[in-house]
């Protein structure tokens, strides 16, 4: 297994497991990225929150329309999970 942990800024730190780069604000997933893609969820925090959500995907109004909802995001990353740590053919 491959494991990073990232101190980005003040509680906004990330991690890379296996090849899946995690942001957290505080303690809480907000954004991933894996296979080239990135994702990130809507705000539903304060400010500081949102200027983690604007460092991971620029902030502009397409970036902010791509947001994902919660249990979307959730459902996302739990694939994205699942799929680093899947065996691989040998």
Same mark, same amino acid.
């Given at each position: !297994? ?10 906004? @730190? ?13 303690? @809480? ?13 809507? *705000? ?6 949102? $200027? +983690?959500? *604007? ?5 502009? $109004?397409?970036? $902010? ?8 995001? @959730?459902? !996302?990353? +739990?694939?994205? !999970? %699942? %799929?680093?740590?899947?065996? @691989?053919? %040998?």
């Amino acid at each position: !297994m491959n494991l990073n942990l990232s101190q980005i800024a003040n509680n906004f @730190t990330s991690v890379n497991i296996n090849g899946v780069r995690v942001w957290f604000s505080y303690e @809480t997933a907000i954004g991933f990225a894996f296979a080239g893609n990135i994702v990130v969820r809507q *705000n539903v925090w304060g400010t500081t929150t949102g $200027k +983690h959500l *604007n460092r991971i995907d620029g902030g502009d $109004k397409t970036a $902010k329309a791509n947001r994902v909802g919660s249990d979307d995001f @959730t459902e !996302m990353l +739990h694939l994205a !999970m %699942s %799929s680093a740590f899947a065996p @691989t053919a %040998s």
